[in-house]
């Protein structure tokens, strides 16, 4: 049984930066992991994806200010997320999927492996 489990949110000052982490258990597959995030009364969205060799793809709404990474002999990923703005605060989730996408997709419904999420607030 596959599990993600998330870890790194808080609370921090717009322009801040926090980093997230998700470790993956269960599964010598991981492929393509992806970040989401969903803000009260909105649709879950997507922030960013990385496959297993290292391609990355990322909203436009992060570009330039988050960076994901993964080591894929320990089935991790971590989401940098630098120069944080109040419209970055929401539930972040860490998924997986067995299937290697090029690019890194960034359909929610590609992925079949979800953590519980995990808070950031940013505060101005």
């Known amino acids: 049984q596959v599990q993600v489990t998330e870890s790194g949110g808080g609370s921090v000052q717009a322009g801040g930066s926090l980093r997230l982490n998700c470790v993956v258990s269960g599964d010598t597959i991981s492929r393509t992991m992806g970040w989401f995030r969903q803000a009260p009364g909105k649709e879950r969205e997507a922030v960013a994806a990385i496959n297993a060799p290292g391609q990355t793809s990322y909203a436009d709404s992060v570009k330039g200010r988050f960076a994901v990474s993964r080591d894929n002999g320990l089935n991790t990923s971590s989401l940098q997320m630098d120069s944080l703005k109040f419209e970055d605060s929401a539930m972040y989730y860490c998924?997986?999927?067995?299937?290697?996408?090029?690019?890194?997709?960034?359909?929610?419904?590609?992925?079949?492996?979800w953590g519980q999420g995990t808070q950031v607030t940013v505060t101005v």
């Open positions: 998924a997986t999927t067995h299937v290697d996408y090029y690019p890194p997709s960034l359909d929610t419904s590609k992925y079949n492996s």
